[in-house]
């Protein structure tokens, strides 16, 4: 094995990654098998989850995926979750925190019940998760090669930008905050964590904007880097934050937006005469 394979390996390593049938979950699962791990993919749908561990396993990697149904919206179903894991393996190096909803609305009319439903999702659920995970991260981890879990956070939880989706901006600020609040206490703990803050990505929630190739680059003329990411971006940065490359970053919110969180428009003083 080479350096450079060595350093970015995940090679034997077990991951779990919620909501990952498609989008930017789908995409780090893929890097993951790509890279030898063993991948527990699992999301409300069930069967879709099935068959993108059947297409992960036909393209003849080092890894291996498994698919199955698991819903972090609620505790029972976050407990539901636990047992599926804990009945295929008592270890766990990897747990990605990607499942996420979001809700559109006008400030005028946003719906109250709006807020919990996406909240528990993408909040409370992964906090939940992550603390039933524990036992089994801990198993994993060590001194040298500590267990690594990685939330999706978002730009929009960097950014004060709302689009109409309020609880989903809120939630995503609160990943960022409760991601450096948990890689402190879990530091001691042989466990990293970490964040992703995505900007545009192809993925069924934001198949309203970038469905279609006319529509992504719409969207990408609007990013510094002019162009949305692409499943690339998203597998450099899982291999980087699950392998040895990694082993000495937590409580980072990594941007992953072509420079939209610095994107702000503002100028003081410049063209003043």
């Known amino acids: 094995m080479s350096y450079l394979e060595d350093l970015f390996s995940v090679s034997g390593k077990t991951a779990l990654i919620t909501g990952a049938a498609s989008g930017i ?25 099935e068959k993108v561990a059947e297409e992960l396993n036909a393209m003849g990697a080092s890894g291996t995926a498994e698919g199955f149904g698991g819903d972090v919206g609620s505790e029972a179903g976050v407990m539901e979750l636990v047992e599926a894991v804990k009945a295929r393996t008592d270890s766990l190096h990897i747990l990605i925190n990607n499942a996420g909803l979001s809700w559109g609305d006008s400030l005028d009319s946003f719906p109250y019940h709006a807020w919990a ?79 992703f803050a995505p900007g545009p990505f192809q993925s069924r929630m934001t198949a309203f904007a970038t469905g279609t190739d006319e529509k992504a680059a719409k969207v990408g003329s609007r990013v510094p880097l002019a162009r949305i990411g692409n499943p690339d971006d998203i597998a450099g940065a899982t291999l980087y934050l699950c392998s040895r490359a990694g082993s000495y970053t937590t409580g980072a919110i990594l941007p992953m937006d072509g420079g939209q969180s610095v994107q702000h428009g503002m100028s003081l003083f410049k063209d003043v005469d």
């Open 25 to 49: 979950g789908r995409m780090a699962a893929t890097a993951l098998v790509q890279g030898g791990a063993h991948v527990m993919i699992a999301s409300r749908r069930a069967a879709e989850c």
């Open 117 to 195: 439903r996406v909240m528990n999702v993408n909040v409370t659920g992964l906090f939940h998760l992550t603390r039933e995970m524990l036992p089994l991260l801990e198993k994993a981890a060590s001194h040298e090669d500590p267990a690594r879990v990685i939330n999706l956070g978002s730009v929009m939880g960097t950014q004060p930008i709302a689009d109409g989706a309020y609880s989903y901006t809120a939630s995503k600020a609160a990943v960022h905050h409760l991601t450096r609040t948990l890689a402190g206490e879990l530091a001691g703990r042989w466990i990293t964590v970490n964040a």
